[in-house]
């Protein structure tokens, strides 16, 4: 059994800062690549920005300059700093992480998600 517990989401003004916050806990023996996405509504769910194990980061176009992820393998939790949030980064975000278990081979899970709002 494997949980990712986000945090984080909330309202915000145009310009403003939200850092996201997912922990992944259970039986798990590998964590590899972590990340997170986003889906507003009536669009399809996009790729924010991930990393690998060794810290290597990847961002979605539209936010490169103003997201910065992050990781602390000691930890298990994987961070979204967001900053000059504008209105188009509405969305409710979900994190995302390749796990393998003592019990399964790896696979994809996914966090409740988080709703984000940035609005004046």
């Known amino acids: 059994q494997v949980q990712l517990v986000e945090s984080g989401g909330g309202l915000v003004q145009p310009g403003g800062s939200l850092r996201l916050s997912c922990a992944a806990s259970?039986?798990?023996?590998?964590?590899?690549?972590m990340g997170w996405y986003r889906q507003a509504p009536g669009k399809q769910r996009e790729l924010v920005a991930g990393?690998?194990?060794?810290?290597?980061?990847n961002y979605a176009d539209s936010v490169k300059g103003r997201f910065t992820l992050s990781r602390d393998n000691a930890k298990n939790t994987v961070y979204l700093q967001m900053n000059s949030l504008k209105p188009e980064d509405t969305a409710v975000y979900y994190c995302?992480?390749?796990?393998?278990?003592?019990?399964?081979?790896?696979?994809?899970?996914w966090g409740q998600g988080t709703q984000v709002t940035v609005s004046s």
């Open positions: 259970g039986s798990i023996s590998s964590i590899y690549a």
């Open positions: 995302n992480a390749d796990i393998r278990t003592y019990y399964h081979d790896m696979r994809a899970y």
């Open positions: 990393i690998t194990s060794y810290g290597s980061t």
